[in-house]
C-alpha cells in the first residue's frame, strides 16, 4: 500500500508543478498585438463556433489557436 499512496504523491505534486508553469508563462500574454481585422474575425467566428479555437485559427494565417484564445480571454476579462 505504501507503494500505491507514494505514486499518488508524485502525480499530486506535477499537477501542482504544472500548474505552476502556467501562472509564469501568463507573463507573455501581455505581448499579443492583433490587427482590427484579426480582431473582427475572432470575434465573428467564436460567435458562430464557441471555442473552437482550432478551427478559427484556420481562418486568421499566421495565427495560433492559443493566440486566439488568448485574444478572446484578455479582451473579455
Known sequence: MDKHLRT???????????SA????????????????EEEDLVCRMHKLVGDRWELIAGRIPGRTAQENERFWVMKNN
Open 8 to 18: 499518488k504523491q508524485t502525480k499530486t505534486s506535477h499537477i501542482v508543478a504544472s
Open 21 to 36: 508553469s502556467q501562472e509564469v508563462s501568463s507573463i507573455e500574454w501581455e505581448a499579443l498585438n492583433m490587427n482590427q
